[in-house]
């Protein structure tokens, strides 16, 4: 099987395809990082990445394609050596993808981009008024954990010379000062419920300036470009299964099932439908990645490579036969 | 029959294209495409400034803004409109410099709530007002936004990136001034601080 995995392998990865992967990491990183042009941006050259690996994926498509044309398919339902096969399928194109993260992890090794000062980064968060000394802030994804609520606070109708107050949530409290920012450090139950009911003393009189008020999340740093990479990896492994579903269960072309696998995993990102686990954070990218960076639950992934791996089990399966 | 497969996985195919198309979903590798449109939009964003063009500034770092979260563009281009260029080294009409002025504190007015890092723009349109316009205009209205913008701003400790203890004593001392006072300590500081840069 192995000889077997290494012989796609060698077919997926031909000289012009290996030319182009090579050119286009050394592209990406010159997008995302050179010193004058680049956004020095660490998620910039993952949504790089991401693409690549989604133009494998349609490599893979085709030269499934290309194998059943060339008859390998038939060879496999006469030897009855179809299981086999499909596992070596998807273990070459899984080794693929693979090659393709390491490259990329060694370079930024290598040459270890420069990125600004690690500064967190701040989305606006909706906010609404609880009560006259309370408010409500709520988001509609997930964020990561120890994002924080970046505040503002205005004294300017509290008591005189009232310039310290304690803004408080179910058991926690905390001070805040006239003329400081609040940073509220969210827990885990509050990212789960998406919201966070904030009270504060209703005879301090504080309004909260809400233009002001902000989600403050940390940005990953570069050495968890590893990480990344591998939820990348976790991410497409479901993609190539469905891939190799389409085409071997259901007998369809492979590049359309190579398109079809993609659009279907981009409907994890659907919003609100639930259609398939939640897992859009794997494959966090683009300029605003640290918001979904590392946000995805457990039970999700597990679920998602559960799929995947049923996806796999049903492609070894030897097909239905064909009515003539 | 045996098309059907081919048929789901197509019509698969077109809804998450139209789920795409409607915004309410991201394609893989979307993320690709918004930042090599945003490398380009910055190509654009510096010839703009180069030639002066501050509205397709302005509208390059809406875009820029938009894809990519980050409002420096926004206040920059605010900044080199309604504050550098208007500056009476420039030598530009009074009547050019208050539009321009008045354009640059509308564009940081209105996109308060929505910028990433709102506090160095609220300082600076405090500043637009105060230097580019009263001065000029004298509007009621204009100072009141001035004075709020500043308040806001001492409110703030200056922000996140410019966290300064002599603004937040600031704010703490207009607190204790009495309110009729307030508006005159206020621009009392402004005189005392730097412009913005």
Redesign the interface.
């Known amino acids: 099987m192995l000889n077997l995995a290494a012989a796609i392998f060698r077919q997926l990865l031909s000289w012009p395809v290996m030319l182009t992967a090579s050119l286009w990491l050394l592209l990406s990183y010159k997008?995302?990082f050179d010193k004058h042009?680049?956004?020095a941006?660490l998620?910039?050259f993952?949504?790089?990445v991401?693409?690549a690996h989604?133009a494998l994926i349609l490599r893979f498509g085709y030269v499934l394609q290309q194998r059943r044309q060339q008859g390998w398919l038939r060879q496999d339902l006469i030897r009855n050596t179809t299981a086999r096969a499909a596992l070596a399928e998807f273990i070459a194109a899984l080794v693929l993808l693979l090659l393709f993260s390491v490259c990329a992890q060694l370079l930024v090794f290598v040459f270890r981009p420069e990125i600004k000062v690690q500064?967190?980064?701040?989305?606006?968060v909706h906010s609404q008024l609880e009560s006259d000394s309370g408010w409500t802030f709520d988001w509609n994804d997930n964020i990561p954990i120890g994002s924080k609520l970046?505040l503002?606070?205005?004294?300017?109708n509290?008591p005189?010379?009232?310039?310290e107050s304690v803004i408080s949530a179910n058991d926690k409290n905390m001070d805040v000062?006239?003329?400081?920012?609040l940073y509220w450090t969210l827990t885990k139950d509050d990212i789960v419920n998406r919201s966070i009911v904030l009270r504060s003393p209703a005879e301090h009189n504080l309004s909260l300036?809400?233009?002001?008020a902000?989600l403050?999340i940390e940005r990953p740093h570069i050495s968890t470009l590893a990480r990344l990479l591998t939820q990348q990896l976790l991410f497409f492994f479901t993609?190539i299964a469905l891939c190799l579903f389409?085409f071997r269960y259901?007998?369809?072309?492979g590049t359309?099932?190579a398109?079809?696998s993609?659009?279907?995993?981009?409907?994890t990102?659907?919003?609100?439908v639930h259609l398939l686990p939640d897992v859009?954070g794997l494959?966090a990218?683009?300029?605003?990645?640290e918001r979904s960076a590392f946000t995805t639950p457990e039970i999700a992934l597990l679920t998602w490579l559960m799929i995947g791996g049923a996806l796999i089990g049903f492609s070894t399966k030897n097909p239905r036969p064909?009515?003539k | 029959m045996e098309r059907l497969p081919s048929i789901v996985v197509a019509a698969i195919i077109c809804f998450s294209v139209a789920s795409v198309s409607s915004g309410s979903a991201r394609l893989v590798g979307q993320g690709a495409i918004d930042s090599f449109r945003c490398f380009n939009l910055y190509l654009d964003y510096n010839r703009a400034h180069i030639e002066e063009d501050f509205v397709l500034m302005n509208r390059v770092a809406l875009q820029i803004e938009e894809l990519s979260g980050n409002s420096d563009a926004l206040e920059f281009s605010a900044y080199a409109a309604g504050y550098s260029t208007s500056a009476d080294s420039h030598r530009r009409t009074d009547l050019d410099a208050l539009h321009w002025a008045q354009a640059g504190a509308d564009w940081l007015n209105s996109t308060v709530a929505q910028r990433d890092k709102p506090w160095s723009g609220i300082q600076l349109a405090a500043y637009i007002y105060a230097e580019r316009i009263v001065e000029h205009t004298g509007s009621m209205l204009d100072r009141e936004k001035m004075l709020n913008s500043f308040e806001a701003w001492l409110a703030s400790g200056g922000g996140p990136d410019a966290v300064s203890s002599l603004t937040a004593d600031s704010y703490r001392s207009w607190l204790t001034t009495a309110p009729a006072e307030r508006d005159n300590y206020i621009i009392n500081v402004m005189s005392r601080k730097d412009t913005p840069e």
């Open positions: 997008l995302s042009l680049g956004a941006s998620g910039a993952l949504s790089y991401v693409l989604s500064e967190p980064a701040y989305y606006p970046c503002t606070f205005d004294f300017s509290a005189t010379r009232l310039t000062t006239a003329g400081n920012i300036i809400r233009p002001l902000r403050s993609a389409g259901l007998k369809v072309n359309l099932a398109v079809g993609l659009s279907v995993v981009s409907l990102s659907l919003q609100g859009g494959i990218s683009g300029l605003r990645f064909t009515k």
